[in-house]
């Protein structure tokens, strides 16, 4: 009985702890000059720092092949100069850096020794840009870690370096009205396009929710004229559109080229600064929202599977023309792809990611094959084709959308090994579809003649 109650204990210690969600909220800092000034100092210090990280990992590496582990920068660095002029915890967190630079550098070293997944050999960590800035994170855990004060501010110690230096020990930044500061487990301070972010790290709950992982949305990403196109498994079908986005690159690339005009590649200033903050903030909203309209499709409609289209490398060596690949490598689709993932697990609904190889040229009411990129059979060829840009036409004469057929084939690809009843996703929900653009609210007070747009 001893030994039976001692081997159920090392199982319950074997299990895996449960996945824990974190969520990542990013504030536009506004403060004055001073404290400006402070956040500055700190982040070029935390810059030489990682740099002097940096470079005693290479030499060790090159001398004598040895990866550091976890704390060896904390403890070779730790009394650098440049530490000592930062607070202690965020001193330690930048060296942390460098450990976890050259642990993703092992582990693609090991990936192309193996070859797998890699084309090119990996390359070890190399330098920051000589006095550049790098962020700043506080830990909201253990001594050191900053403090909530009575009138909703954050105060940041400083340290015993700077304050006998400066005479200043702390700064104060306000919290975001949204957040409980006592569930914030990290504070980053993150330089970027000229401005300062604070950046605040938390614990999502997984939200339980009953959905049918037998129904199925399918999501073409990044076509021509839409961000997504989208069919499920219930016959329902839309669009979401891209054509705003793209004109905001399109005004994007036309002011810096002019600003730029006369003037060396490299040359950069605030005004591209702010220019290119402003076209960041709207392509972080336009993910946001369109992968928020995906779930929430799910949600509504109870589909418990997401499945994505998606290609290794989908944006190198793009030749769709000049205008058309500036379009199409600009829009972020990556980040798009990881914030649907991101929302799956939140609302716990199975996400599936598959290449989609031919799935633009095969037709999904003819039944053609979709043979895998690079397998694709001696003769093969479609039954239907594109007849122009948003069409496609089946063997039987049969105009349906381009996008919602590659989107309906992409569902196919895994329909089979997941036990997915295609039987209700047909010809209509290919022909008529419903645009979602992502910036035009509907009109809240209509007129009797005039009906909301979506």
Known sequence: ????????????????????????????????????????????????????????????????????????????????????????????QTLLSVSEAFSSYKKLRDLFIKGQL?????????????????????????????????????????GLTINRWFKVKEFFLPLPANLDFSKVKEFTILPKNGEFYLE????????????????ALSIDLGTSSNLMACVDTLGNSFLVDSKHAKSMNQLYN????????????????GFLD???????????????????????????????TIVVGWNVGIKDGASMGKQNNQQFVQMPLARLKERIKQLCEIYGIRYVETEEANTSAASYLDGDSLPEHGKKPQGWKASGKR???????????????ADLQASANILRKVA???????????????????????????????????????
Not at 291 to 298: K, T
Not at 387 to 396: H, P, Q, V
Not at 423 to 446: D, E, F, Y
């Open 200 to 215: 605040c790290s938390y614990e999502t709950p997984k939200i339980d929710i009953e959905l049918d992982v037998n129904q």
């Open 387 to 401: 007849t122009k840009r948003g069409l496609y036409r089946a063997k039987d004469g049969s105009l349906v959308n």
């Open 1 to 92: 009985m001893i030994q039976l109650a001692n081997s159920r204990v090392k199982a319950e210690k074997k299990e895996k702890k449960p996945k824990v969600l974190m969520g990542i909220q990013q504030n536009l800092i506004y403060c004055d000059y001073d404290t400006k000034s402070i956040i500055t100092f700190l982040c070029e210090q935390s810059n030489s720092l990682y740099n002097c990280g940096i470079y005693w990992a290479r030499q060790l590496f090159f001398k004598t092949g040895r990866i550091i582990s976890k704390f060896d920068p904390i403890n070779e660095v730790g009394k650098n100069i440049h530490a000592q002029a930062m607070p202690s915890v965020p001193a330690q």
């Open 118 to 158: 890699l084309d090119q050999k990996p390359k070890p960590p190399g330098y920051r840009e000589s006095g550049g800035l790098f962020k700043v994170a506080y830990p909201n855990i253990g001594a050191g870690k900053p403090t909530l004060t009575d009138d909703g501010q954050i105060r940041f110690p400083l």
């Open 416 to 454: 089979g090994n997941l036990g997915i009843d295609l039987s209700r996703l047909g010809r209509l929900c290919l022909t008529t579809a419903g645009r979602i653009r992502l910036w035009k609210l509907p009109n809240p007070n209509p007129s009797p003649k005039e009906s909301p747009r979506l």
């Open 254 to 269: 036309k002011r810096v080229a002019n600003h730029k005009e006369g003037k060396p590649q490299k040359y950069w200033d």
């Open 274 to 304: 702010t220019i290119t903050r402003k076209r960041n903030h709207q392509m972080r909203d336009m993910v946001n929202k369109a992968a928020r309209v995906a779930i929430n499709h799910c949600l509504t409609h109870g589909i418990g």
